[in-house]
């Protein structure tokens, strides 16, 4: 059974500071790696989707990596802005999408 | 392009009755996915459908259900409504083009008393 897990729960930074939010997951045989924000009472926002073939995908300030063999991703945002407060989730998806409990995000203006 | 829309956005029922809910996905979006949003056990899968067919399904008890129709809309019921079913209903539909990005609407919150 797929378990991901996402580190650390929740994060509180100063306006300008970049971000780095992780994801582990037990079982590297993905078709991808997908990470959502979502803020609260709401869906889920796609923010970036890697390929399992890929390394890494950028949108705006927005990076991800993924190590499919060591089974972890890092989301990096940069120079974090008080709009970027939400709660960040990865998910793994095989047949079906595996989500983290999520990383909420607070940036302090 | 209209995105994933869900009715209604928010239910109040009571412990025994029964639900229905709904989900229009992206126009050309086949997959309609299902899932479940609570404090206690985060996000959960409840079952894809695809073509009017159901193909992957997780692990909950029988009591939910679901079906596509010809349009790709989908419904999802739960009878015997439970306090426990409280939670947050989403559903995704997945992009067909081959990015295998999936897109989620706004959700149902159903609140069972």
């Known amino acids: 059974k797929q378990e991901v897990t996402q580190i650390p729960a929740a994060l509180s930074v100063p306006e300008g500071e970049n971000l780095v939010l992780n994801c582990s997951f037990t079982d590297s045989a993905i078709y991808n790696l997908q990470w959502f924000r979502q803020d609260p009472g709401k869906g889920l926002t796609s923010l970036l989707l890697i390929q399992s073939s890929q390394r890494e995908q950028t949108s705006g300030r927005l990076n991800a990596s993924l190590d499919k063999s060591s089974g972890r991703s890092t989301l990096y945002i940069a120079a974090s802005q008080p709009g970027d407060s939400a709660t960040y989730l990865c998910?793994?998806?095989?047949?079906?999408?595996?989500f983290g409990a999520g990383t909420t995000v607070t940036v302090r203006a | 392009k209209a995105g994933v829309t869900q009715t209604p956005r928010y239910l109040i029922k009571t412990r025994g009755q029964q639900v229905t809910l709904s989900c229009s996905p992206i126009?050309?979006?086949?997959?309609v996915s299902w899932y479940q949003q609570t404090p206690g056990q985060g996000l959960q899968f409840l079952f894809e459908?695809?073509?009017?067919?159901?193909?992957n399904k997780g692990n909950f008890p029988g009591r939910f259900s679901g079906r596509q129709f010809s349009n790709s809309r989908s419904e999802m019921n739960v009878s015997t409504l439970e306090l426990g079913d409280s939670a947050l209903y989403l559903c995704?539909?997945?992009?067909?083009?081959?990015?295998?990005?999936?897109?989620f609407g706004p959700g149902t919150r159903l609140t069972v008393l």
């Open positions: 459908y695809f073509s009017e067919t159901q193909r």
């Open positions: 998910a793994v998806s095989l047949n079906k999408l595996s």
């Open positions: 995704a539909t997945r992009d067909p083009t081959g990015t295998d990005t999936q897109y």
């Open positions: 126009s050309g979006h086949r997959s």
